[in-house]
């Protein structure tokens, strides 16, 4: 009998992440149809067998959709037919597999500032904040006043 892989999802209003966390992943077949993902493969060290299906809350653009296959994970972009948050991944009662990835999870509300998410700094600018600071250092504490720690020598 194939074992559940651990799914994780995100989302935005056109696309849905999904990440099949299995590790080296051989023989896999990914069917995917408008409205149902089914995964088989076999992977980890054991090489177990792991099943997955998943009929979706909505339509999907099986066209459009991509997968990139790692030795740590199975990766997949799934573009939906019609833009619009879901409030689940799945029709029907919730899958013990399926999983929220807080890595890639932003809220509905927040979306127009994904722009700034995207980048690994933040928005950070060094720059700007070097300006902040002074340039040449004048903004910074004086640090030639303070008292050392080390024992003095007799």
Same mark, same amino acid.
């Given at each position: 009998?194939?074992?559940?892989?651990?799914?994780?999802?995100?989302?935005?209003? #056109?696309?849905?992440?999904?990440?099949?966390?299995?590790?080296? &992943?051989? #023989?896999?077949?990914? *069917?995917?149809?408008?409205?149902?993902?089914? /995964?088989?493969?076999?992977?980890?060290?054991?090489? #177990?067998?792991?099943?997955?299906?998943?009929? /979706?809350?909505?339509?999907? *653009?099986?066209?459009?959709?991509?997968?990139?296959?790692?030795?740590?994970?199975?990766?997949?972009? &799934?573009?939906?037919?019609?833009?619009?948050?879901?409030?689940?991944?799945?029709? @029907?009662?919730?899958? #013990? /597999?399926?999983?929220? *990835?807080? $890595?890639?999870?932003?809220?509905?509300? +927040? +979306? +127009?500032?994904? @722009?700034?998410? @995207? *980048?690994?700094?933040?928005?950070?600018? /060094? $720059?700007?904040?070097?300006?902040?600071?002074?340039?040449?250092?004048? @903004?910074?504490?004086?640090?030639?006043?303070?008292?050392?720690?080390?024992?003095?020598?007799?």
């Amino acid at each position: 009998m194939p074992l559940h892989p651990s799914v994780l999802w995100a989302q935005r209003a #056109n696309l849905v992440y999904l990440t099949v966390e299995i590790s080296d &992943i051989k #023989n896999h077949k990914i *069917d995917l149809t408008e409205n149902k993902l089914k /995964f088989t493969g076999t992977g980890e060290k054991e090489q #177990n067998e792991y099943e997955a299906e998943i009929e /979706f809350y909505a339509n999907v *653009d099986v066209d459009k959709s991509k997968q990139h296959l790692t030795a740590r994970n199975l990766t997949m972009v &799934i573009y939906k037919k019609e833009e619009a948050w879901w409030p689940k991944l799945q029709k @029907g009662n919730k899958l #013990n /597999f399926v999983k929220v *990835d807080f $890595q890639k999870w932003i809220d509905e509300d +927040e +979306e +127009e500032e994904e @722009g700034q998410l @995207g *980048d690994p700094m933040g928005g950070l600018d /060094f $720059q700007s904040l070097m300006a902040q600071a002074g340039a040449n250092g004048a @903004g910074l504490p004086n640090l030639n006043n303070l008292v050392s720690l080390e024992p003095e020598a007799i």
